[in-house]
C-alpha cells in the first residue's frame, strides 16, 4: 500500500515498469526520504549554482552536496563555512584544467 494515491500507475500505460515506496514502513522506512532529499540537493545545485557539472569533477560537486546536506541543521554553519572557505586544499589551476 503507497500512501500516495497520485501515481497510480495500474491504470497507466507504463503497467508494471513503476514500483512505489512506502515511506512509513518497510526497509525503506526513513531512507527514501533521505535520498529523494539528497538527490533534490544535488540537481539544484546543478540547474541553480553550476548549470554544467563534467564528469572530471563529479567527485568534487558530490563532496560539496554531501557536505551541504550533513550540516543543514548545523547551528554553526556560517562559521564552519568560513573556516571551510579559509582552509581548502590547494588545487592549482593546470591540475583543474588538465585532460581527464
Not at 50 to 69: D, G, I, N
Request: overall charge positive.
Amino acid at each position: 500500500m503507497t500512501e500516495s494515491k497520485l501515481y497510480n500507475f495500474e491504470t497507466t500505460k507504463d503497467r508494471g515498469k513503476h514500483k512505489t515506496v512506502n515511506h512509513k514502513s518497510g526497509m525503506w522506512a526513513g531512507c527514501a526520504n533521505a535520498i529523494e532529499s539528497a538527490f533534490s540537493l544535488f540537481k539544484r545545485g546543478v540547474v541553480g549554482a553550476w548549470h554544467k557539472v563534467s564528469v572530471k569533477h563529479l567527485p568534487a560537486y558530490l563532496q560539496e552536496m554531501t557536505w551541504r546536506f550533513n550540516n543543514c541543521k548545523n547551528q554553526y554553519l556560517f562559521r564552519d563555512t568560513l573556516i571551510r572557505l579559509l582552509q581548502p586544499d590547494n588545487v592549482e589551476y593546470k591540475e583543474l584544467t588538465k585532460a581527464a
